[in-house]
């Protein structure tokens, strides 16, 4: 690989890649709403209340708590086996941002987050293709959809919000690190991008940082020789694609540092479990074609006489390789989560794009009329090919909180509130299965994800008997013997906290089945097995809602555009050439600024829930066109 002006005497594709007058909106605004229009069509329907992912109770009352109580409060929020992810700052924080500039609470933006970021990711792509691969215009949807629609996004959007943010900022993150290579991007983009990455998700932010690594080192050779020239060696590709990834670690960990949030332990999981998840979403990838594809795609981008689309291309090839180390070494017995990693390779859809392109580009080259139709063709069935699987598997995804659940968690919440209950709350959970433990995590995020803010951390689940839970004993069932070792896993983290008599509280949509519980009914399915009483009748609860159908298309565009505002003055001041490319990156760039400023300001003791979440978009918009100001009045000074 060797970073520099394209040859004069050997443009890349036709177009050379660029985006000229009214082609910005006409290439991209349509795949970006077919790609959100998936995400949102499941909600914009009667039959789905909640949204859809296991994991997203728990990141909506992470982000209530901190836009409450700020970054600092995660730590200790959770007793053992839950978990806080204190290190995954990010989505707390832009959910503060969100509200405090649109008035979306957590719990909504659940239902938003995968069609923004999957729209994200749509831009970022067509980026891509545009600036690193030279595409002409007319392939820009495809690498949108294909990409935006893939399944490495589909997978994270359901539930895994961190995840799904990576991605959002990932491609950025590549491509401003290759801009910066090529002369055409300042370093201090890149850098702030891949900043927001180790925010928001930093074990995949090192191995992003890794493939950056090495395309630097591949660029080695030429970068030597460059460093001679009148840039020296800090005009160098390797030395600018370093500084990206220096500055973003740096910038990265003072972040984590300043918002309390030092990366805890790595969950871990046995080779065996690895490899049955590896086994369930293996399919989900379609690799028998989309291989193929990436591999024809491979060989096109990284072939050929324009040596930006050389370094597009392989840099693309490095990314979507990464999966092969980590299956060789769980092949060999090696805990390794290759699911997670193939979902991280977003080089594996952009591959399989560019090669989908190649295609129809030859048949156009080589039929004539007829090739170019047969192109349009082409370009259409692996655009449909994409929608359809991609929505039917999204359509597929569960919506495991149930609004009854909801309901009774704000009538306990309302109770806590009423009777004026100190301390820490004991909810007793007892469900009708044989292998309760998910029950409890899910009755742990659903009910914290409801409760007022200022009583999260000190909400707190019981699997078993209340009574046990009374006497400080975890729960012993002869006829299940496996039923105590359960019970004693959930117990052992808060059996300090029920020997100081706590209040103790039965939510009957987590214990069906089970006999009443002795106690006081204070709201419907809300039983006090101890604690004060209610003054008087509870007034009822506001419950989270999903917003109408009107709302959630209005919503989605509002966040789009906030992200798109606070990045766009980043991306027009910061770089050269490609005006276009740039400005489909600013979403991702807003992300990031975003992220980075929210940090900032927590650890100054701004809270988002109150004029303080303003701070991170207001100041990151202000900051985006600050060179351009700062250049206007130093040439009005000049004349």
């Given at each position: ?222 970068s030597v020789r460059r460093a001679s020239g009148p840039g020296g060696v800090a005009g160098s590709p390797s030395f600018r694609i370093g500084a990206v990834v220096g500055g973003g670690a740096v910038l990265g960990a003072a972040g984590l540092a300043l918002g309390a949030s030092w990366p805890a332990e790595v969950p871990r999981l046995t080779v065996g479990q690895f490899r049955n998840k590896l086994a369930r979403f293996l399919p989900m990838y379609h690799l028998p074609v989309v291989a193929p594809l990436a591999a024809v795609g491979a060989t096109a981008a990284s072939g050929g006489r324009d040596r930006r689309r050389r370094l597009g291309g392989a840099t693309a090839l490095v990314w979507a390789a990464l999966a092969l180390p980590a299956f060789l070494l769980l092949s060999v017995g090696e805990p390794a989560p290759v699911h997670r990693i193939l979902a991280f390779s977003l080089g594996i859809p952009l591959l399989a794009a560019a090669g989908t392109v190649w295609i129809a580009r030859l048949a156009a080259d080589r ?273």
């Amino acid at each position: 690989m060797e970073a520099g002006a394209t040859d004069p005497e050997s443009p890349g594709p036709r177009d050379g890649g660029r985006l000229a007058g009214g082609a910005l909106p006409a290439a991209l605004f349509l795949p970006v709403l077919v790609v959100a229009a998936v995400f949102l069509a499941p909600y914009l329907g009667s039959e789905v209340d909640t949204p859809f992912g296991f994991d997203t109770p728990k990141y909506i009352w992470r982000a209530r708590l901190v836009m409450a109580e700020g970054l600092d409060s995660l730590p200790g929020a959770a007793r053992d086996p839950f978990r806080e992810n204190v290190d995954r700052a990010g989505y707390p924080v832009l959910a503060g941002a969100v509200r405090a500039v649109l008035g979306v609470e957590p719990f909504e933006l659940a239902f938003l987050l995968p069609a923004v970021a999957g729209a994200v990711v749509a831009l970022s792509a067509a980026a891509y293709a545009s600036w690193a691969l030279r595409e002409p215009r007319w392939a820009l949807p495809v690498y949108a959809v294909a990409v935006g629609l893939s399944m490495n996004v589909v997978l994270t959007a359901g539930g895994l919000a961190d995840n799904l943010l990576f991605g959002a900022l990932a491609l950025a993150v590549v491509l401003w690190a290759l801009m910066a290579a090529e002369g055409e991007g300042r370093v201090v983009v890149g850098a702030v991008l891949l900043a927001g990455a180790v925010l928001v998700h930093w074990i995949f932010a090192m191995l992003l940082a890794g493939v950056l690594g090495l395309v630097a080192l591949g660029l080695l050779p030429g970068s030597v020789r460059r460093a001679s020239g009148p840039g020296g060696v800090a005009g160098s590709p390797s030395f600018r694609i370093g500084a990206v990834v220096g500055g973003g670690a740096v910038l990265g960990a003072a972040g984590l540092a300043l918002g309390a949030s030092w990366p805890a332990e790595v969950p871990r999981l046995t080779v065996g479990q690895f490899r049955n998840k590896l086994a369930r979403f293996l399919p989900m990838y379609h690799l028998p074609v989309v291989a193929p594809l990436a591999a024809v795609g491979a060989t096109a981008a990284s072939g050929g006489r324009d040596r930006r689309r050389r370094l597009g291309g392989a840099t693309a090839l490095v990314w979507a390789a990464l999966a092969l180390p980590a299956f060789l070494l769980l092949s060999v017995g090696e805990p390794a989560p290759v699911h997670r990693i193939l979902a991280f390779s977003l080089g594996i859809p952009l591959l399989a794009a560019a090669g989908t392109v190649w295609i129809a580009r030859l048949a156009a080259d080589r039929l004539g009329t007829a090739g170019r139709a047969l192109a349009a063709a082409i370009c259409l069935a692996g655009v449909g090919a994409t929608v359809a699987t991609g929505s039917a598997e999204w359509s597929a995804e569960r919506a495991p909180v149930q609004t009854e659940q909801l309901l009774e968690a704000a009538w306990a919440g309302r109770y806590l509130e009423a009777a004026e209950v100190e301390g820490p709350v004991v909810f007793v959970v007892d469900p009708p299965t044989h292998d309760p433990g998910f029950a409890v995590r899910m009755a742990h995020r659903i009910i914290r994800a409801v409760l007022p803010a200022d009583r999260i951390a000190d909400a707190h689940v019981y699997l078993g008997d209340p009574l046990e839970a009374a006497a400080g004993r975890f729960t012993v069932r002869p006829a299940r013997p496996d039923f105590a070792a359960q019970s004693r896993k959930f117990w052992v983290g808060i059996r300090d906290i029920l020997q100081r008599e706590p209040a103790i509280v039965v939510l009957s949509s987590f214990s069906r089945g089970a006999p009443q519980p002795p106690g006081t009914i204070v709201a419907p399915g809300v039983t006090v097995v101890r604690g004060p009483a209610a003054p008087g009748p509870l007034e009822p609860p506001e419950v989270p809602a999903k917003p109408g159908p009107v709302a959630l298309i209005a919503l989605f565009l509002g966040c789009l555009a906030l992200l798109a505002a606070v990045g766009s003055g980043w991306s027009v001041t910061m770089g050269s050439g490609a005006l276009a490319a740039r400005l489909a990156s600013a979403p991702a760039v807003g992300l990031a600024v975003i992220v980075v400023l929210g940090v900032a300001a927590d650890g100054l003791g701004l809270r988002s829930a109150g004029p303080g979440g303003l701070v991170a978009p207001v100041a990151g918009a202000a900051l985006g066109w600050l060179p351009a100001l700062l250049g206007r009045r130093a040439g009005r000074r000049a004349t």
